[in-house]
């Protein structure tokens, strides 16, 4: 019998281009580039598929993949179209936007304004969705044809387009069948949902007909929950995944010395603030408020704690939204503490700073820290570190004087931050702020306009510098580290892992 | 023998109803409002009110203890809260990953804490017997979470010879089962050896010895079975405690598995997971307890239930 013809050298040649071939898949695909699997690692779990159903920030990285919103926000905090091509308000109250043509759901059903009306309706009818209770200003949605539609809303809202990046577009025929359809989603991304392990694993498969030319760049993206920080980066040491999120900062050196392992950074949209409860007889006093800020040297918890991983604050909203302006920072002085301190008549002080159990990177270090800076200005601080649930119920129940927090912005957008903390609907039953001038302030910038809404920030920002309802310690640095064969991971300053652009060599 | 099970059976129901009712009662009186932990810190009032009268937590707490026993009886325990899926599927998700865990962890602990145990008690006072003392003591002291991160540290990151963390097939399984195992092998071998070393000083060994009976034949057929009663007492108790879940180990590894599952609950208040999987365990407890008792009378057939 003859030997088969072919040499070693032939064979590898051969078979690598089959499974080249296996790989790409379909010709368009090779046509376009599009090779490989990326595996992240993320460090919440994820609890749905419903994008109207979550504000984790986890879901929002995963899902992206999966649905569109009407509008994505670029890192340097600019609203792009994505399934709206063009938005503008036509008065105070009423938002226009012009959809894309010719994208379609995952199914082949098209994307219409019929699921823009379904998709905003739902979520603000539903009161079980966890995203309800931002959209409950929506006074009414209507199309005008089959590519535009008008939302008109109870009161100005001039961040609607920001919570709208993070709002995935539904086909609507979700309705009557949600538990069925949310069981295998589609949506129109980049990504076709794969299968979800609870606790373990999401797969995505790239969506060969995506609207956008030339993306996704890979055939594949695996996510993987990973909650614990060591875990999470000994898999990506050892290979097995591609990038990790909320790396902490005294892990990064380790990540850095292991060979084919990047860290990226960037500011994150984060400020720290800690809230001050402002009907305790304790804090009430802006003097002792004053002094208590006058106290804390953040540059020492910059440097020495977050090993330079965070910035300093120079306004309570950060860089890039709408509404910073260069405040300056706040300085430290405890001799001026301890005037002021003396001005109050407040000798013999004692506050409770209730932190909320291992949430944030080295909380509770800083937390000690701040303690021992109190305590050289004759402040004694009861530290009380609680599990998460019970902290928020001690904040309602007003049992606090400071309480260590952050705030997120999400949307990009400010005014959640102001509705939420500055309104006294929203701190009743928080930090007891009241301030109407500061809450007519926030009602006159939820217009849409952006020059005004500038002005009425800025003010308010002045305000709330000067009264100190806050401490604002120092902006996050959101950290990742990624595999050295990712090209185009950009580090997210919002602390979203987005694959769409990114491909693996 | 049939009126001690029937005995046993309803005394297993009563502890049930008692688990259930204890659990319903403690999830709803510590601290800790389901719909705030639901939703984002930046939620209103109005919207916490709202989602907790939509979950049905308005309701007083004795009618909603109705509505939850008549519901489990049909075999429903709810809507997870946090999934908005059946708090029963949600579970039972993760009971594969739960159980390939502890049969792994199981079948470690007996196979090499006995090992250990019968050579430490055999060998008496030999250099088997110091380093069996010695694997015990670090097993038992070792903390999980650290010896967790360096078998990773070890066998994922510098030899690479097994996966860091996942669930995907037996090679995934290696890592956590060797963390998991580690206490409960001590403990069983700590166990063997101290029994063995009693028995080993009995009348009938030295009888066994005298009528030339062969060592093997002593240890393994007269002296083990005889040690077995305490042992499968402390397996049977560790199977239970490993099928309830193991939260370190899961959480290192990240395995899908129901500890973690029910810990996330726990501080997410998650009131219709945290009881079904409370009760299961309860289950899983009563049954395995009852087999127990029903696998002594298999080993020393003087026990007999009446």
């Known amino acids: ?505 | 023998m049939r009126s001690f099970l029937l005995r046993r059976l309803g005394q297993s129901a009563t502890t049930l109803v008692g688990v259930s009712l204890l659990v319903f009662v403690i999830l709803r009186v510590i601290p800790g409002d389901p719909a705030k932990m639901l939703l984002p810190e930046g939620a209103p009032q109005s919207a916490i009110d709202a989602l907790n009268r939509e979950l049905g937590l308005r309701e007083p707490m004795w009618v909603q203890y109705g509505i939850f026993l008549r519901s489990v009886t049909r075999g429903d325990f709810g809507q997870s809260f946090q999934y908005r899926a059946p708090a029963l599927r949600v579970v039972v998700e993760r009971v594969p990953a739960t159980i390939q865990l502890a049969l792994a962890a199981m079948l470690l602990t007996v196979v090499f804490g006995v090992s250990i145990g019968v050579l430490a008690a055999v060998r008496r006072g030999t250099g088997y017997d110091y380093a069996g003392t010695v694997l015990a003591v670090l097993g038992q002291s070792l903390p999980n979470f650290w010896l967790g991160i360096m078998l990773i540290l070890l066998f994922g990151v510098t030899l690479r010879w097994l996966p860091t963390s996942g669930f995907q097939g037996w090679r995934y399984l290696v890592l956590p089962s060797v963390t998991l195992a580690a206490f409960p092998t001590a403990l069983v071998a700590r166990l063997t050896r101290s029994s063995l070393l009693e028995i080993l000083g009995q009348e009938y060994i030295r009888t066994g010895r005298a009528k030339g009976l062969g060592e093997r034949s002593v240890i393994l057929r007269h002296a083990l079975r005889n040690a077995a009663i305490p042992l499968l007492t402390v397996i049977g108790l560790q199977i239970g405690t490993l099928l309830g879940g193991a939260v370190i180990t899961e959480s290192i590894f990240a395995w899908p598995g129901m500890g973690k599952l029910v810990v996330d609950a726990i501080f997410f208040r998650d009131f219709p997971v945290v009881q079904t999987v409370l009760i299961l365990s309860a289950t899983i407890f009563v049954v395995i307890n009852l087999v127990i008792d029903l696998l002594y009378t298999v080993l020393d057939p003087r026990i007999r239930y009446g």
Request: proline share 7%.
């Open chain 1, 1 to 505: 019998m003859p030997k088969p013809s072919f040499d070693r050298r032939q064979f590898l040649v051969g078979g690598g281009a089959a499974l080249g071939a296996a790989m790409v898949g379909p010709g368009v695909a090779r046509a376009q580039g599009r090779r490989g699997e990326i595996i992240a690692g993320l460090s919440e779990r994820m609890l749905t598929l419903d994008p109207a159903n979550h504000y984790s920030i986890s879901a929002t990285s995963v899902l992206r993949h999966v649905y569109d919103p009407l509008l994505d926000v670029t890192n340097d905090d600019k609203f792009v179209p994505a399934l709206a091509e063009t938005w503008r308000p036509v008065n105070n109250t009423t938002w226009r936007f012009t959809l894309r043509k010719g994208v379609s759901f995952h199914d082949g059903s098209p994307f219409t304004a019929d699921s823009v009306v379904f998709t905003l309706k739902r979520v603000r009818d539903n009161g079980k969705l966890i995203k309800s209770f931002v959209y409950q200003d929506i006074e009414d949605v209507q199309k005008d044809g089959d590519y535009a539609v008008t939302v008109t809303t109870k009161r100005p809202f001039g961040s609607l387009p920001a919570h709208l990046t993070m709002l995935g577009m539904l086909p609507p025929s979700v309705a009557g069948g949600e538990e069925a359809f949310f069981q295998k989603p589609v949506g129109t991304g980049p990504f076709r949902f794969v299968s979800w392990i609870h606790g373990d694993r999401v797969e995505l498969a790239a969506n060969p007909k995506y609207w956008k030319p030339g993306i996704p760049k890979v055939e594949k993206v695996t996510v993987r929950f990973i909650p614990e920080l060591s875990t999470r980066a000994a898999a990506l040491r050892a290979g097995e995944i591609h990038v990790i999120d909320r790396v902490w900062p005294d892990m990064v050196q380790t990540l850095k010395g292991t060979p084919g392992v990047k860290v990226l950074d960037t500011p994150a949209l984060e400020a720290q603030r800690w809230h001050f409860q402002l009907a305790r007889e304790t804090v009430k006093d802006p003097r002792v408020r004053k002094a208590i800020s006058l106290a804390i040297d953040r540059n020492v918890i910059i440097k020495d704690l977050l090993l330079g991983y965070a910035r300093p604050v120079v306004n309570p909203v950060p860089p890039g939204l709408i509404g910073h302006s260069n405040l300056g920072q706040k300085p430290y002085d405890p001799e001026k503490a301890r005037q002021l301190l003396k001005q109050a008549g407040q000798s013999n002080l004692a506050i409770d700073f209730v932190l909320m159990k291992d949430l944030y990177p080295k909380q509770l270090e800083i937390a000690q820290a701040v303690a021992a800076m109190l305590g050289e200005v004759g402040i004694k601080v009861n530290i009380r570190n609680l599990e998460i649930a019970t902290a928020r119920e001690q904040r309602t129940a007003g049992n606090y004087d400071l309480f260590f927090s952050g705030w997120a912005h999400m949307p990009h957008d400010p005014d959640w931050y102001f509705g939420q903390w500055f309104t006294k609907a929203g701190a009743e039953k928080m930090t007891r702020f009241a301030d109407p001038k500061v809450e007519q302030l926030i009602a006159e910038g939820r217009v849409p306009d952006a020059k005004v809404r500038q002005q009425k920030y800025e003010e308010i920002e002045r305000i709330l510098w000067e009264d100190e309802p806050e401490i604002w310690p120092y902006y996050s640095v959101a950290i990742y580290a990624i595999s050295d064969k990712l090209r185009n991971f950009e580090a997210r300053r919002d602390y979203y892992v987005l694959l769409h652009e990114v491909s693996i060599a």
